[in-house]
Structure formats: C-alpha cells, structure tokens
Nanobody, 124 residues
Framework: QVQLIESGGGSVQTGGSLRLSCAAS????????VAWFRQAPGKEREFVGRSSPTGSNTNYADSVKGRFTVSRDNGKNTAYLQMNSLKPEDTAVYYC?????????????????WGQGTQVTVSS
C-alpha cells in the first residue's frame, strides 16, 4: 500500500514558478513509476509528466515540455514537480500517482495509488 500526499500548490502570476511535492509512505515507492496529472474545472484529468523508478527516464506532455520537470528523491520517498514559466492555462488541481498496473503510462487508468490533489492557480 502507498499513500501519497501532495503539497506546494498556491497562486502565482503568469511567468512565475512553483514546486509541488508528493510525499509517499510505503516501502515500494522507490520501485514505482511516479506520475503527475492535472484536472481543470470542467475538463478531464490529463497527464503532465512521469518518472521511472530511478528517475533516469522522464516523459512530459507537449503542453508542459521545457517548462516542467519531474524529479524524485527515493531516499526521502518524495517526488517533485518543478513548474516554471507558468501560464493561466496551467491552472488546475494537480495530482501525483504511483504504481503502474498496466497500460500506457500517460493514462490515469494505469495508476493504482493517488494523492488528494493540490490547487495551482495562475493569474494573468
């Protein structure tokens, strides 16, 4: 069992930065792919980025590529989402997810464990 708790959300202006954290409990975190998703009001949850268990491999949605970075510190059982050059369209609730059960890793259906989400609001 893995429990995930996100933190670090808040309100920023366009062009600003935020770093989200995802603290995990459980001994399997270091062996698990971790992903970030987001969901804006009235929209479906969408993939943001993911990290392989060691952090050596990452993938991103085209909409955030070059601006967002997924990283992790397995010694601290924590994953991060560094968000730079934020835009109003990045406004959403951000979720971390862990442990792939199968299927494409950019799909929310692939993940077994989820955090409660943290709100990010970017104003123009």
């Amino acid at each position: 069992q893995v429990q995930l708790i996100e933190s670090g959300g808040g309100s920023v202006q366009t062009g600003g930065s935020l770093r989200l954290s995802c603290a995990a409990s459980g001994r399997t975190f270091s062996m698990s792919t971790v992903a970030w998703f987001r969901q804006a009001p009235g929209k479906e949850r969408e993939f943001v980025g993911r990290s392989s268990p060691t952090g050596s491999n990452t993938n991103y949605a085209d909409s955030v590529k070059g601006r967002f970075t997924v990283s992790r510190d397995n010694g601290k059982n924590t994953a991060y989402l560094q968000m730079n050059s934020l835009k109003p369209e990045d406004t959403a609730v951000y979720y971390c997810a862990a442990q792939v059960t199968g299927g494409p890793q950019d799909s929310s259906n692939a993940y077994k464990f989820w955090g409660q989400g943290t709100q990010v609001t970017v104003s123009s």
